[in-house]
Every structure is written in structure tokens, then in C-alpha cells.
């Protein structure tokens, strides 16, 4: 079964990090680019970040570049997302999400559990 | 703001067709893919490519696409499609970026 599993996540002071992680299972890892996805309380899915198959190509959304750092272990078939420097805006429940590919188009599918990352004092 | 714009919510009666719709500059050069949102649930895939379903997912459920808008249509509305819908593709910095959501009430 394809399956993403997700952990990490949890309250967290403003400032302060968190660390995100994402196992796969059920299909061949290294072969897809991973991304993040998020949603705010109240608000509608945004794409974080993403990562190639390969690691070499890593894109971030304006509002988490600089603090947030997308990453993979193939050898794990792990995804993560270390986040600093923290703030309210972040707080929100967090997708590991595959990216796949065909007839010219790109879809994510599937997607992990999710995880509620909570930023408060 | 998204570069790709949602009605906030529509409604359909039950049985009914109800098109969603999905407004942006880069939907002329980029395919859409529409998402499935429950409260609770992760999203799901319903559209890809030009009208492409995963298996699994009802054929009531069909996109489309003119000029800048794409639409995806669920024909005969089902309770359970109460939900909130995303369409996703491309900014013009190629970015991927997802639409503001419409929320479907069905009446």
C-alpha cells in the first residue's frame, strides 16, 4: 500500500524550531519530488516547499524561505522539514504530499495524515 | 493573495450539476488539478492532466479547461461531496500555488 506517514509537529514558543518528518512506504522513493503543504486554521491549503527526487532542486514559498529547510534521505525513504524561527502565521496542520507526474501534467497524490503545528507563547 | 481565484462557496441540490470554477493568467499554459478536502481528512486527487481521474474516484467528477479558467464538474451531486475543492497549478514564477478553496454546500 502507498502510504506516507507523517510525525513530528506538536506546540512550539514563537522563535522557537521544529523539526517535520514524512516516511514512505509502498512505492519506490527515490523516484519522486515531495512537497509540503499546509493549512491554517480557517484558511485554505498553501504550498510550502518541494524537493526533486534527487535533492538538487529545492523551492520554497515566500513566506517560509529562509527559515524553513525542505530535505530527504533516500536511503531512509524519509522527507523532512526543519522550521525556524517560528511565528503564529505558522501555525497550521502540515502535509507531506508526493508529486507525481504524466501526460504533461503534475498532481499530488497521495498525501500524508497531516500534523498540527502550533505556534503560541 | 493566490494567483488562482475560487467562488468562496456554491451550492447544489442533490442530483444536480454544479460546475466549480478556477480563474488565473497561468491556467492558459499549465494543466489544473483539483483536490477534495474534508474536515479532519487529508485532501484527495479527484482531476489531473486534461480530465484524468485516479482509480477510485467516481466518474460524476470531470474537469475541463478554456482560456483561463478550468472548471471542474461533479454531475448528480451526492451528500457526501459536501466538501471543500482546491484547484492547484502554476504562478507566473512557476511556482505551484493553490486556488482560495470553494466550499460546495449540498442543499
Known amino acids: 500500500e502507498v502510504q506516507l506517514v507523517q510525525s513530528g509537529g506538536g506546540p512550539v514558543k514563537p522563535g522557537g524550531s521544529l523539526r517535520l518528518s514524512c516516511a514512505a512506504s509502498?512505492?519506490?522513493?527515490?523516484?519522486?519530488?515531495f512537497n509540503w503543504v499546509r493549512q491554517a486554521p480557517g484558511q485554505g491549503l498553501e504550498w510550502v516547499s518541494s524537493?526533486?527526487?534527487?535533492?538538487?532542486?529545492?523551492y520554497y514559498a515566500d513566506a517560509v524561505r529562509g527559515r524553513f529547510t525542505i530535505s530527504r534521505d533516500n536511503t531512509k525513504n524519509s522527507l523532512y522539514l526543519q522550521m525556524n524561527s517560528l511565528s503564529a502565521e505558522d501555525t497550521a496542520v502540515y502535509y507531506c504530499?508526493?508529486?507525481?507526474?504524466?501526460?504533461?501534467?503534475?498532481?499530488?497524490?497521495?498525501w500524508g495524515q497531516g500534523t498540527l503545528v502550533t505556534v503560541s507563547s | 493573495s493566490s494567483e488562482l481565484t475560487q467562488d468562496p462557496a456554491v451550492s447544489v441540490a442533490l442530483g444536480q450539476t454544479v460546475r466549480i470554477t478556477c480563474q488565473g493568467d497561468?491556467?492558459?499554459?499549465?494543466?489544473v488539478s483539483w483536490y477534495q478536502h474534508k474536515p479532519g481528512r487529508a485532501p484527495v486527487v479527484l482531476i489531473y492532466?486534461?480530465?484524468s481521474r485516479p482509480s477510485g474516484i467516481p466518474d460524476r467528477f470531470s474537469g475541463s479547461s478554456s482560456g483561463d479558467t478550468a472548471s471542474l464538474t461533479i454531475t448528480g451531486a451526492q451528500a457526501e461531496d459536501e466538501a471543500d475543492y482546491y484547484c492547484?497549478?502554476?504562478?507566473?514564477?512557476?511556482?505551484?500555488?493553490f486556488g482560495g478553496g470553494t466550499r460546495l454546500t449540498v442543499l
Open positions: 492532466g486534461r480530465n
Open positions: 492547484n497549478s502554476r504562478d507566473s514564477s512557476s511556482n505551484l500555488v
Open positions: 504530499v508526493r508529486e507525481d507526474y504524466g501526460f504533461g501534467a503534475n498532481w499530488f497524490d497521495p
Open positions: 524537493i526533486s527526487s534527487g535533492g538538487s532542486y529545492i
Open positions: 509502498g512505492f519506490n522513493f527515490n523516484d519522486y519530488t
Open positions: 497561468t491556467v492558459r499554459d499549465y494543466y
